[in-house]
């Protein structure tokens, strides 16, 4: 994973946690709750960023081993101020998962998409799970949206787009038995409230440090001269998969 990004998601992790946490916590518990029935075991959670997940794992699952990974060593610092002793954050690249972590299971959301090849870490999380291990993985795909401020950036953005790694996910898998959209809806204060968001606190920081302040200045104002006045609320499609380990546990 390239050193960039990393340094755009320490500049990010504060702002990302105050930010876009509070808003994608019904995507994190869909994922959480697809963990049923599951062997004995650790639980992984690649791409944890500031590792909200533990605030459902934890309770649910008091006795076993939960870890958290992540590419940024602040979103790492952040996620093990909020595990403190009920689970462990450690940094590391999160699109390879050794096999030996046997894991009960393996969750991760709205890290998949980020990733350089995310066809071959999503095999290599379910290569990481024992016999009757779940994974589930909430994702944005390409088209999450016909309107709104996702739809938008994307067109003031104006980069080509290949979806062709999306097909790649489920053929990956064994056993999947959910493969769906969730939707749920997101209130911004404003557009721009949402872009400066996604500037400085989100997935267009690493946008930012490649292109520098003029080009994110001239983006702002195209956005918002086409963008909505006031409160925007819009309902973006997250792909959820779950799929369970064959055998037994």
Request: hydrophobic residues 45%; charged residues 25%.
């Amino acid at each position: 994973m390239s050193d960039r990004l990393a340094e755009s998601w320490d500049q990010a992790a504060r702002g990302y946690e105050e930010y876009f946490v509070p808003r994608f916590a019904p995507w994190v518990r869909a994922a959480v709750d697809e963990l049923t029935d599951l062997p004995d075991g650790p639980i992984v959670v690649p791409c944890c960023g500031t590792f909200p997940e533990v605030d459902l794992l934890a309770p649910r699952f008091p006795d076993r081993r939960i870890t958290g990974i992540d590419l940024s060593a602040e979103m790492v610092r952040l996620a093990q101020q909020r595990a403190g002793d009920r689970a462990q954050a450690i940094q590391g690249d999160a699109a390879i998962l050794d096999p030996s972590w046997s894991a009960a299971a393996v969750v991760s959301v709205f890290g998949l998409q980020q990733l350089p090849d995310p066809a071959a870490a999503i095999k290599t999380w379910y290569a990481a799970l024992r016999p009757a291990g779940r994974l589930t993985v909430v994702y944005w795909p390409e088209h999450t949206e016909e309107a709104g401020p996702y739809t938008l950036l994307d067109q003031v953005l104006d980069l080509p787009v290949d979806a062709s790694w999306e097909d790649a996910l489920v053929p990956a898998l064994e056993n999947v038995d959910r493969d769906e959209l969730i939707a749920f809806p997101i209130t911004h204060p404003s557009a721009a409230a949402y872009f400066d968001a996604a500037n400085n606190a989100g997935p267009l920081r690493a946008t930012a440090l490649a292109r520098g302040d003029d080009y994110m200045a001239e983006l702002r104002a195209k956005y918002l001269e086409q963008a909505p006045q006031g409160e925007w609320t819009h309902t973006p499609n997250a792909r959820l998969i779950s799929a369970r380990k064959s055998g037994s546990g």
